[in-house]
């Protein structure tokens, strides 16, 4: 009997011990242990007063001058080496070329604000976030994006494309037949919404006055219009 008690005291002491096991979100903990110090935009935005280099800017520096080629060197060399310096940081142990440091100086020790296991998934999350063909796709999409009329750069930043079509119909209007109506009316609609107001099409129509400006609903009313020619 009290060797039934003992195993069963055993499985659930182990069962609370699995429980216990903390799962580590890179994401997040950047945010929390990064964020006061390092832009982490990718592209990151540019400050005059800077307190620290942007991450991507880190990141790609790490992998350019580790030479890291291959996935695995992201735990033989990447991430061991955040782990370490983050606690332990030396001139010595560091990548920066003389004008960063000059500019930054060396990063503080973050000793006791941060633990070993957090690091790993924080670096983990770097080295997968700050990707260089990330970050080619996507200044690729920003200059295409940049490139379309801004009408059309409105209507697919705000979802419009979402219910209308250029030219055919769907669950609403396509902005084809929108465009026969008078500009005014087109501009109140985007403005103030609408439902009911097309036959055969009875999903509501959101207001947009609080998210577009008076100027951007006169862009969008003309590139709808224009569209049409």
Not at 21 to 50: F, R, S, W
Not at 208 to 217: G, M, Q
């Amino acid at each position: 009997m009290r060797y039934i008690v003992l195993v069963v005291l055993m499985w659930l002491l182990s069962g609370c011990s699995d429980d216990k096991k903390v799962k580590y979100d890179g994401e997040t903990l950047i945010e929390q242990k990064c964020a006061m110090c390092h832009n982490l935009k990718m592209p990151p935005d540019t400050y005059a007063d800077e307190k620290a280099p942007p991450m991507m800017a880190v990141v790609f520096h790490l992998k350019d001058f580790m030479k890291i080629t291959m996935k695995d060197e992201e735990y033989s060399k990447f991430i061991p080496f955040v782990q370490d310096y983050v606690i332990n940081p030396s001139i010595k142990k560091s990548y920066c070329d003389k004008e960063s440091l000059k500019s930054y100086g060396v990063m503080p020790s973050q000793k006791g604000k941060v633990t070993k296991d957090e690091l790993k998934a924080i670096a983990s999350y770097m080295y997968d976030f700050y990707d260089q063909q990330k970050f080619l796709e996507q200044m690729q999409a920003r200059a295409a994006f940049e490139a379309l009329p801004k009408g059309e750069q409105i209507a697919r930043k705000n979802g419009c494309l979402n219910c209308h079509s250029l030219n055919k119909s769907g669950i609403a209007p396509s902005f084809a037949m929108i465009a026969k109506q008078d500009a005014k009316e087109i501009r109140e609609t985007i403005a103030n919404g609408s439902q009911g107001k097309w036959k055969g099409f009875n999903m509501m129509m959101p207001s947009f006055k609080t998210k577009l400006s008076k100027d951007e609903i006169v862009t969008l009313q003309e590139w709808i219009v224009k569209g049409k020619k």
